[in-house]
């Protein structure tokens, strides 16, 4: 079992940054790959970017790819989702979450735990 807790959101406005931070506890971080997920009101969750066990290796999400960075620290227990060049529609509830099995993926039900959220809101 892993707990997740978010934190960083809040408002700013468009062009402006932001990093979230996941910490998580319980079973050991460094067997988990991580994945930040978002969710707008009215639209289903969708990926945005996942991270594996090492920190190796990413992926991201079209939309999100080249101002957004995902990173992790191990020793901390910790994986971050640094966003610059924020847009009006990057605003969602932005929740982290974790994978046992090895492998990256996009796909939402391959995620085992999952933090409750953290609003970001981008105004034009």
């Known amino acids: 079992q892993v707990q997740l807790v978010e934190s960083g959101g809040g408002l700013v406005q468009a062009g402006g940054s932001l990093r979230l931070s996941c910490a998580a506890s319980?079973?050991?971080?460094?067997?988990?790959?991580m994945g930040w997920f978002r969710q707008a009101p009215g639209k289903e969750r969708e990926f945005v970017a996942t991270?594996?066990?090492?920190?190796?290796?990413?992926y991201y999400t079209a939309s999100v790819k080249g101002r957004f960075t995902i990173s992790r620290d191990n020793a901390k227990n910790t994986v971050y989702l640094q966003m610059n060049s924020l847009k009006p529609e990057d605003t969602a509830v932005y929740y982290c979450?974790?994978?046992?099995?090895?492998?990256?993926?996009?796909?939402?039900?391959?995620?085992?735990?999952w933090g409750q959220g953290t609003q970001v809101t981008v105004s034009s």
């Open positions: 979450a974790a994978r046992i099995q090895m492998g990256q993926t996009t796909v939402i039900r391959d995620y085992d735990y």
């Open positions: 319980g079973r050991t971080f460094s067997s988990y790959g």
């Open positions: 991270i594996t066990r090492s920190g190796i290796n990413t």
